[in-house]
């Protein structure tokens, strides 16, 4: 996609708006995201006024991707060949059918052999949540 660098999964976002040492050299980095991860980051039911502040700036920042017929077909594909979780499935999809690599500190992705994977390793001493 047009200057976008990475598709941010759910927990890459959260550990850079931490300030996570894991997501420090993607810092000036342009990021999307799957509407899955949106939707993960904004239905969390104890979040504050000040986290969704934070995470709707970053989303703004950011480029939204919605489920297309082509990352629904590639959703469908990647569950049945690997039998995915539905969320996780279709932020896989997201990443291969835009041809951006996926930041996630998930493990679960590294099965998914089409996927261009950047696995981080968050530094979880003195983390807050």
Do not use: H, W
């Amino acid at each position: 996609m047009n200057g976008i660098d990475y598709l941010a999964d759910t927990n890459a976002i959260l550990y850079f708006l931490s300030g996570n040492n894991c997501m420090k050299p993607y810092k000036f980095s342009s990021f999307a995201f799957s509407i899955i991860s949106e939707m993960e980051l904004l239905s969390y039911s104890g979040i504050t006024d000040s986290e969704e502040e934070r995470i709707q700036e970053f989303l703004a920042k950011s480029s939204a991707i919605s489920i297309t017929p082509a990352i629904k077909n590639l959703t469908i594909q990647l569950r049945r060949k690997y039998n995915i979780k539905l969320p996780d499935a279709i932020i896989a999809a997201t990443s291969i059918a835009n041809d951006l690599p996926l930041i996630t500190a998930d493990i679960g992705f590294k099965r998914i052999s089409e996927l261009k994977l950047i696995l981080i390793q968050p530094d979880l001493s003195g983390m807050t949540v």
